[in-house]
């Protein structure tokens, strides 16, 4: 599943992006006049080629993909470079590192056209234009079906119910210190339970038999029975994760379900950078990113949800996904205040 990225919290200093893409650049910043243009994103980005292609003849733009580690790791590198930027474009921040890249300066402001065609919710900063929304997805607890069916126990639906004995060593989750889908979940429980409650669910989370696991391919393709050989029948994965596990056998019947109740929602933005080589080429890039043609390709690529409205979504999204009402949030500038220390005290409640 290519959407699901770790976070690298910690700074990691030395990135070493790879090169990719339809023209290999040598890593630095497009030139003045160039007609060639620097996307710099994280190792989960893709695109299918004949969209890539379509963009490069109807703009006269060829396009360098120069991808970092993951979301984290390649923040913090344009935060490094802001001075002398990798590339022109940066795509992959996210609502949960935002404040970050927003704080320090990384962006150039840019209204892209077809912004009006983008739901409001999803514009982080209207108004200001340093950064445009091109997806959304929600971390959420998947169960197995097949576990509960023979259980003849209900799946459960809300935090309350991780919580409760009935479901006790049955959750796997991600480390919120070494993984995106982690952190995210953490984050869920400081919305549902306010800053002054969470500590306490988690404590209870971790009485009921919570596993943590580095990382997400560890925990559903190891520990979570629904996809792999392991023996836990609920998981912190994606709303979309069910599609993508049955579009290839395509059962009757959604193998693995979502609960609901336990969602929050990432989206992820593009952004032209502060002192870009190729501002033109950017602007026409970041404009492309919410065009129709890669916000219908998008899906199936990076298995996301498209920000541009009345985009037809695929019928594999349609027929085994779920559509995610009321999703917990949290502002950028909370989570940025309070993210690290959050961690630590959860570090300390779950793992020690």
């Excluded at 802001?82 to 890249?101: A, E, H, W």
Aim: aromatic share 10%; with cysteine; hydrophobic share 35%.
């Amino acid at each position: 599943m290519k959407r699901i990225v770790t976070t690298a919290l910690a700074a990691s200093l030395a990135l070493g992006l790879a090169a990719c893409g339809s023209d290999s650049g040598d890593g630095s910043a497009s030139g003045a006049g160039d007609k060639s243009v620097t996307l710099v994103t994280h190792d989960s980005f893709a695109v299918s080629d004949d969209v890539l292609k379509a963009f490069e003849k109807q703009s006269g733009y060829t396009v360098d993909i120069l991808k970092g580690k993951d979301a984290g790791s390649a923040v913090n590198q344009a935060v490094l470079s802001k001075d002398n930027p990798q590339g022109d474009v940066f795509f992959g921040i996210d609502n949960t590192l935002l404040s970050r890249g927003l704080d320090n300066g990384i962006f150039t402001p840019y209204e892209a056209k077809g912004l009006e065609r983008i739901p409001e919710i999803l514009q982080l900063d209207a108004g200001e234009h340093r950064v445009t929304p091109v997806d959304y997805g929600d971390v959420c607890v998947n169960y197995d079906r097949a576990y509960f069916e023979e259980k003849n126990l209900d799946p459960p639906q809300s935090f309350d119910d991780l919580a409760d004995p009935r479901y006790k060593d049955l959750l796997v989750t991600e480390n919120a210190a070494t993984s995106s889908p982690g952190l995210a979940f953490l984050l869920a429980t400081v919305d549902e339970y306010s800053k002054d409650g969470w500590e306490d669910y988690w404590s209870k989370l971790r009485d009921n038999g919570v596993e943590v696991v580095d990382g997400w391919e560890q925990a559903y393709y190891e520990r979570f029975s629904g996809a792999g050989k392991g023996d836990k029948p609920l998981v912190v994965s994606y709303a979309s994760s069910p599609p993508v596990l049955d579009m290839e056998s395509r059962p009757k019947e959604a193998t693995t379900g979502v609960s609901t109740g336990t969602c929050f929602r990432q989206i992820e933005f593009a952004g032209l950078l502060a002192n870009a080589g190729n501002a033109e080429g950017g602007k026409a890039l970041i404009d492309f990113l919410i065009g129709e043609q890669f916000q219908q390709d998008m899906p199936l690529q990076m298995f996301v949800h498209p920000v541009r409205m009345n985009t037809e979504l695929p019928e594999v999204f349609l027929r085994y996904g779920e559509e995610i009402v009321g999703p917990h949030s949290l502002n950028p500038p909370t989570i940025d205040d309070n993210r690290e220390q959050w961690i630590k005290t959860w570090t300390s409640l779950v793992v020690k």
